[in-house]
Nanobody
Framework: QVQLVESGGGLVQPGGSLSLACAAS????????MAWYRQAPGKQRDLVAS???????NYQDSVQGRFTISRDNLKNTLYLEMNNLKSEDTAVYYC?????????WGQGTQVTVSS
């Protein structure tokens, strides 16, 4: 079955950096677009960035130029490099794949940006 396991979250000061990873299994990782979402307390879950199977990237306007999504199809792993973090980036970050008309999610990893 599809499994997505995020890692790499934590507490960082404003202006700092964090790297997230999502280990995928149970499906052909290399042929599916992947995405990172985030959900802040009391808010809906929003798309942060997506990447096609061949590496084309798209970003939410608020993270453009600060975040980089990438994938390693040999390691079945999705990444999110986050730089110049702001307090408004504080949220639980989720890895996502849409397969067979269904959304699959990881358990999420908490990112907290605070001084």
């Amino acid at each position: 079955q599809v499994q997505l396991v995020e890692s790499g979250g934590g507490l960082v000061q404003p202006g700092g950096s964090l790297s997230l990873a999502c280990a995928a299994s149970g499906f052909r990782f290399d042929i599916y677009p992947m995405a990172w979402y985030r959900q802040a307390p009391g808010k809906q879950r929003d798309l942060v960035a997506s990447i096609s199977s061949d590496g084309r990237q798209n970003y939410q306007d608020s993270v453009q130029g600060r975040f980089t999504i990438s994938r390693d199809n040999l390691k079945n792993t999705l990444y999110l490099e986050m730089n110049n973090l702001k307090s408004e980036d504080t949220a639980v970050y989720y890895c996502n794949v849409q397969k067979g008309g269904l959304d699959y999610w990881g358990q999420g990893t908490q990112v907290t940006v605070s001084s």
